[in-house]
C-alpha cells in the first residue's frame, strides 16, 4: 500500500509539474493587446523614402515605392514586403514586427538588398503618441565598429506613417539615415 501510495503521490506530482510548463507554454502563445497595436501597420502603402549617407550631402537622394504589410501567424506577428526606387536602384526589404512577451518589448527583424546582412531591434509603443520606437545595433560595414541605432514609426493618423532610421553619433545626438513617408492606398 506504502508504494502504491508512493507512487500515486509522485504521478500527482509530475502531473502537475507538466500542468504547469503547459500553462506557460499557453501563456506564450496567446494574441495580446500588445499584438493588436501592431495591427496598425496592415494595409498597403505608397512609400516616399529619402537618404541621407553622409554628412556633406546637403540633399537626399529620393526614391519612392509601395509596401505592403500583413498580419502573419495568427495575429502575432507583421510581415512588411517593399519596393523602392531609389538613387537608379531596385530595393527590396522584407521585415517582420512583433512583440516578446519573454522581453515585454517590441521586436523589429529586417534585411534588405543594400546589404548581406540583417538588423534586429528591440523597442516599446507609446500608445498616447501613437509611436513605435526600436533601438538597436550593428556593425558598421566601414569601420567594423558597433553603430547604435533607432528606428521610429511615428503614426500620424490611420493612413500616414512618419518613419526614420538614425544613427547614434559620439555627441550622443541621432542623425537620420532614411527618412520615409508610409501613405496608405485607398
Known amino acids: 500500500m506504502k508504494k502504491f501510495f508512493i507512487l500515486f503521490i509522485a504521478s500527482v506530482a509530475v502531473t502537475l509539474g507538466q500542468t504547469n510548463k503547459w500553462s506557460t507554454l499557453e501563456e506564450l502563445t496567446l494574441v495580446l493587446p500588445e499584438h493588436e497595436a501592431l495591427a496598425q501597420f496592415e494595409g498597403e502603402w505608397d512609400v516616399d523614402i529619402r537618404f541621407y549617407f553622409d554628412d556633406a550631402q546637403k540633399k537626399p537622394l529620393k526614391g519612392t515605392g509601395h509596401a505592403e504589410n500583413k498580419v502573419v501567424l495568427g495575429g502575432r506577428f507583421i510581415e512588411s514586403r517593399s519596393q ?73 493618423s490611420d493612413d500616414l506613417i512618419k518613419y526614420s532610421v538614425d544613427f547614434l553619433l559620439s555627441d550622443g545626438t541621432f542623425r537620420s539615415y532614411i527618412t520615409a513617408e508610409f501613405k496608405r492606398k485607398n
Open 84 to 156: 523602392n526606387i531609389a538613387f537608379g536602384m531596385s530595393i527590396t526589404s522584407i521585415a517582420y514586427l512583433g512583440y516578446d512577451i519573454r522581453l515585454q518589448k517590441y521586436t523589429l527583424y529586417s534585411m534588405d538588398e543594400l546589404g548581406n546582412f540583417a538588423i534586429s531591434a528591440y523597442g516599446d509603443y507609446s500608445a498616447g503618441e501613437n509611436k513605435f520606437l526600436f533601438e538597436g545595433s550593428t556593425m558598421d560595414y566601414v569601420t567594423q565598429e558597433n553603430q547604435e541605432f533607432r528606428i521610429v514609426y511615428d503614426f500620424e
